[in-house]
């Protein structure tokens, strides 16, 4: 069963179309990849899923999580699901955590607000946070800030913060673009096994399809606001249906032509040593 499902997604912005239409469903323990260039309306699905439109926005279709249709819930309500039950991680770490604020502040901030957690419970749970994000020494960790953390730390911290309440939904936004190979791969995997210890239900953007091939379960790929192509990972790499997502394959790095055995797929896995 989907934990979320979003039908006939429509988006105009001052009455510039950006979604046509768009159809996904995100099931608990499953990683959905959503793929495409830039501008074909990935970011704003997730979004609109968030409730975060700029002003000027026009949605239509249909968002129900819970049985509850998102698009129709008055603006409070939405506010008390977003980062307690549907959370999202975004591109640049250093954008989304405050410089000025240790790690242990922005985690016990968030668990405090929504969780009502009183400090010293707050604390014992960012560093059990901490740890399941693979942070070196939890407890210490939470005394310092952003910029004595590495990039690939710090999207480690921006994790566990989205995972602070234990939601059910996780859009990862691009969380790979800033990272070089190594560390990309400890993060996705990361996500990979988050989605499957907790069963959450991860939407995954990325332009790269390379990424996807290493941990998403399905396969979307989105062109001028529609998903042309959506389907098992496999079927998409090795058989893809649409002309886009076969030019997208050819451009892959070594690809010679496009992704066009299982073999091929395989070798775009991300290698275990550089785990």
């Known amino acids: 069963m989907s934990t979320l499902e979003i039908t006939g997604l429509a988006l105009r912005i001052h009455g510039t ?16 990849g959503l793929a495409g260039e830039s501008g074909s309306g990935k970011t704003m699905t997730g979004l609109a899923v968030l409730g975060l439109l700029p002003a000027g926005s026009q949605v239509t279709g249909s968002i129900t999580y ?17 980062g307690a039950e549907i959370a999202m991680v975004f591109q640049d770490p250093s954008t989304s955590l405050h410089p ?14 929504h969780l009502h957690l009183d400090r010293a419970a707050s604390r014992a749970r960012a560093a059990e946070l901490l740890g399941r994000v693979r942070i070196p020494d939890p407890a210490a960790a939470l005394r310092r800030y952003p910029h004595q953390f590495s990039g690939g730390q710090r999207q480690r911290i921006a994790i ?12 990862a936004d691009e969380p790979t673009t800033a990272l070089d190979v190594t560390v990309q791969a400890g993060v996705l995997h990361l996500l990979r096994d988050l989605a499957t210890e907790m069963g959450l239900a991860v ?8 990424v996807m091939s290493a941990v998403a379960d399905r396969v979307a790929v989105m062109r001028h606001g529609e998903v042309v192509e959506n389907g ?35 070798a775009l896995d991300i290698p275990s040593e550089q785990l």
């Open 17 to 32: 179309e950006i979604l046509r239409g768009v159809d996904l469903s995100l099931a608990a323990g499953r990683i959905q």
């Open 100 to 113: 000025m604020l240790s790690v242990g502040a922005q985690l016990t901030d968030h668990l405090r607000h």
């Open 66 to 82: 819970g049985g509850q249709e998102l698009l129709a819930l008055p603006p409070r309500r939405r506010n008390d699901l977003r």
């Open 203 to 210: 939407l995954l953007i990325t332009h790269d399809l390379g």
């Open 232 to 266: 098992d990972r496999l079927q998409v790499f090795t058989s893809p249906a649409h002309s886009y997502t076969a030019s997208l394959l050819a451009s892959l790095p070594g690809a010679a032509g496009g992704v066009r055995t299982l073999d091929d797929v395989r």
């Open 160 to 171: 566990a913060i989205a995972l602070a309440c234990s939601p059910t939904v996780l859009i």
